[in-house]
């Protein structure tokens, strides 16, 4: 079974503990007003290791949760 790239994927969004919508990389970079590039970081496991690590600004911080296969 082929991997579904990114940007075919439907993400949850969230800043902070606070759900703020569903989109696919496309929207999320138009609704958030950051670059396409930026909206994709957020998916990596990059993105996820950084924002382990950083305790400070929590609240702020954007995280996606991949729902593709759950709508």
């Given at each position: 079974?082929a991997?579904?790239?990114?940007?075919?994927?439907?993400?949850?969004?969230?800043?902070?503990?606070?759900?703020?919508?569903?989109?696919?990389?496309?929207e999320?970079?138009?609704?958030?007003?950051?670059?396409?590039?930026?909206?994709?970081?957020?998916?990596?496991?990059?993105?996820k290791?950084?924002?382990?690590?950083a305790?400070?600004?929590y609240?702020?911080?954007?995280?996606?949760?991949?729902?593709?296969d759950v709508?």
């Amino acid at each position: 079974m082929a991997k579904t790239r990114a940007e075919d994927k439907i993400f949850a969004v969230y800043r902070g503990d606070n759900h703020l919508f569903f989109g696919n990389v496309k929207e999320i970079s138009k609704r958030l007003e950051v670059s396409y590039s930026m909206a994709k970081f957020y998916t990596t496991k990059t993105y996820k290791e950084r924002t382990k690590k950083a305790r400070e600004g929590y609240a702020n911080r954007v995280f996606l949760v991949d729902v593709t296969d759950v709508i």
